[in-house]
């Protein structure tokens, strides 16, 4: 294992920009905070067994990311921390699961991640787009400017949890879990689950809801008119529910302090 | 389907027919009512499990008990609305699932549950409750604002949470049965000597295990805010997957606790590399 820093020197990913030796897997790469030219060129890194970093980190204050649309930065990574100004565009190539971490103050594009290994996301600050395969999605609450995560089509999220920021989800998820934020469930794609303990949840969607709990904050179901189906939902009350005649549900809606309090006289 | 309100100025056994209006004992799909009339008599343990009843409730300030520990009543019922302040003892045998709904002031034994052959909801906004056998499926514990913490609800050796959710809101829940699903926490404190439930979200109040249990983990849980208290486990134990977010605490002991998979994001963003 070694620490390997790039130099700065070009725009190529080559053994002269982290100083005679190309990182290699089970390696640390640092982009330093007073990089000045983003790697650009030679961005695969994917060939034959493929390089696997041990971490790949842009350091809080960098004002260079990696690569671009279509030139994207191929090399796998078991942790990799986005925390610089500049957008870093990824596509992970290595065998195992990524676990990301985002903190950027960049709220246009923060990380692009695509590939097809799964992917553990945190994000604390930041705009994120994931096209990948699978991913679990985690956004945490920060001062200034918030976590926001766009999950693209053909991205399967098993598990999203929420404590703060916007998830604009258009993939199919098993589960989430909210505590904090709005979560916009887009059009075509649903959710098996929803647990809510606090946020907000747009469910914009004619995928059917097969299960929710709504015991804090608000699931909304008319924001847009379209036909949805809940088959089974329990809200803490009246208040933590919100929908019109667009939604059928299958059962009735059981509202927990209705049914304690129950009138019996 | 009629309704039948309790009415006995004695205290008889349920399967008494005069101790019901028009004297005659509920049937399957009835509604019985044990009212807060002054006068009456406590409702007395009886077999009565081939009933099948709509509803059984005892009205707000009703102040009979029902059953005992040792004979509690044998009945089934789709709903069971718990607001008087006695003693109420039921040993389900609804053949479907069904709801035992509490808001009573009784903070001790509102509600024993002694057999249940279904799953069902267990719904305590007030009152203690014992669910000390049988099958439940799912749990939720609110709360009353002025009575905040008055909740007891004690799930009893050999009892099942079984592939349900608790959801507790707030009181105080001692635990120590069997859970085979997801507890998710907002608020109240939990202490757990049974078994682990697959996953805890905690986004408020204080999870406490204690166990000396070696083979105790938890997988896939989430914490969001709140406390888990780990220091009350006597053995080494793993645990294989836990994420911890930089809203909630941990406290646990290094010498007994080894994480093997655990991401604790908040100290993730806060790593020295990129500090």
Known sequence: MALRT???LSETWNAANFGGTLPVTGDIVIIPRNARIAPMIGLDQSGGAG??????????????????????????????????????????????????FVDSPNDQLAYWGSGNQSQFIAVRRGRVVLARSHVWVHTHVAPGNPAVVRIEPG???SELIMDGGTVQNYGNSFSATMRAGTLEQMSGYGLSALHMMGGLCYYDTTTALTSGYIVGGVLNLSRVPMSRTVTAIEAASRKNLIFDGSTTFTAAPVYLDEEALESVA | MAIRTWDSATAVAASTAAAWTADTTPITADTAIIPSTSGLGDVLGASMGTVDLASFSTAQGCRLNVGTSASPLIIGSSKFLIRGSGSVYIQNDSVGAEVFAVNSPNMDTALTITGNTTASRVNVARGGVTISAGDVGSIYAGVVPQLRNSIK???GSGATVNGGTMHVLGGRISFSGTVIGSVYMNGGTFTNYGSWPVTLYLAGGTYIVKTTDAAWTIVGSVLLAGTLDLRGIEVPVTITELFVGPNARLLYDPAIVTFTKSYFVGNEFRNTLAA
Do not use: E, M
């Open chain 1, 155 to 157: 991205t399967a999220a």
């Open chain 2, 153 to 155: 609800l004690t799930v």
């Open chain 1, 6 to 8: 790039w130099l700065s």
């Open chain 1, 51 to 100: 390089v696997v970093l041990l971490a790949l980190v842009w350091q809080r204050g960098c004002k260079v990311g990696a690569g671009g649309p279509g030139n994207l930065l191929k090399i796998g990574a078991t942790k990799l921390y986005a925390f610089g100004d500049a957008p870093v565009y990824h596509y992970n190539s290595g065998s195992l699961a990524t676990q990301t």
